[in-house]
């Protein structure tokens, strides 16, 4: 196994290691996020306080409802391709409102100057990823809710062949219904197959 080099630097990191000759012992301190820091929360980690600029809050409603509408669109659209059209309207309606409101909302901690800027803009470079979720769910749940519309619509046109495929007892009855079908694209999807 090769030597590990330990470094030569005399501010090694060792946060048990005995101070420099000729400094003082100082009070135990939290260490910073980054590399060097020097413990007082301004180390490169660090921006006046705060963590990375892109990190999620989750106590943030804007935050939060952006990552919601991603989810129950996401849903919403599965749902919709599934086959459980109820189900997928819901997920999308709820993403529609949780997207828009992320992207109209005010952040928490908003200061109410007339100037400022409100919404995903008021988050600052935070705003991009929360943005695109907020975006990616408005799109999944346009999608789930003409999915489930779509499935409604085919639904109430056709009611006649659901009804009487619904009731057929036999299975050539079942092919009778068959007839109620238009002569088209959709007619040969929903046909009853032998």
């Known amino acids: 196994m090769p030597d590990r080099r330990q470094p030569d630097s005399p501010t090694d990191d060792n946060p048990f290691a005995a101070p420099p000759e000729g400094r003082p ?5 939290p260490r910073s996020g980054g590399d060097g820091g020097n413990g007082d929360g301004n180390g490169p980690g660090d921006s006046g306080g705060q963590r990375g600029p892109a990190r999620w809050d989750p106590t943030d409603p804007i ?6 509408a991603l989810l129950a669109g996401m849903w919403g659209f599965f749902f919709g391709i599934f086959g459980i059209p109820s189900v997928g309207l ?4 709820l993403a529609l409102y949780w997207g828009i409101s992320a992207l109209r909302g ?4 908003a200061t109410g100057e007339p100037g400022a800027p409100t919404g ?4 600052g470079p935070a705003a991009r990823p929360q943005r695109t979720a907020a975006v990616s769910g408005l799109v999944t749940a346009s999608l789930a809710i003409l999915l489930a519309m779509s499935s409604y619509a085919l639904q109430l ?8 495929r619904d009731d057929a007892l036999t299975k050539s009855a079942e092919l009778q219904c068959n007839t109620l079908l238009p002569n088209n694209f959709v007619g040969e999807v929903l046909k009853v197959r032998q």
Do not use: E
Not at 90 to 93: H, I
Not at 120 to 123: S, V
């Open 63 to 68: 935050q939060r409802r952006a990552r919601y």
């Open 120 to 123: 995903l803009d008021a988050l």
């Open 25 to 29: 012992d100082q009070p135990w301190q």
């Open 157 to 164: 046109a056709y009611k006649d062949f659901y009804v009487c």
């Open 90 to 93: 819901l997920l999308g309606a």
């Open 106 to 109: 005010k952040p928490a901690a």
